[in-house]
Nanobody
């Protein structure tokens, strides 16, 4: 079984910063790409940032220059550094990963989601 657990959310004032973490645990053989998504009330879930195993990244236009995604492969952990936060960044942030479990064939990756962490940007 594989689990993704996010942490680091909270309440922050506009212009502030937060750092989210996502730890992947379980019977892991390898982790391919990882991503952070968010869902605001009444809106669809959207991709915020994405990183592949080699380190290449891409970002939603709305967060470019403010958010940075990174990963520590030795710790099976992804991070999202969020700076210059705006009220419109308020949402539940979810971690996503494609994981190959121990004993699976080399091409057999399954997609997993974390439970989400709330980020609220308000004065």
């Amino acid at each position: 079984q594989v689990q993704l657990v996010e942490s680091g959310g909270g309440l922050v004032q506009p212009g502030g910063s937060l750092r989210l973490s996502c730890v992947v645990s379980g019977s892991i053989s390898s982790i391919n790409d990882m991503g952070w998504y968010r869902q605001a009330p009444g809106k669809q879930r959207e991709l915020v940032a994405h990183i592949i195993s080699g380190g290449d990244t891409n970002y939603a236009d709305s967060v470019k220059g403010r958010f940075t995604i990174s990963r520590d492969n030795a710790k099976n952990t992804a991070y999202l550094q969020m700076n210059s936060l705006k009220p419109e960044d308020t949402a539940v942030y979810y971690c996503n990963a494609n994981v190959r479990q121990t004993g699976s064939r080399w091409y057999n990756y399954n997609n997993y989601w974390g439970q989400g962490t709330q980020v609220t940007v308000s004065s």
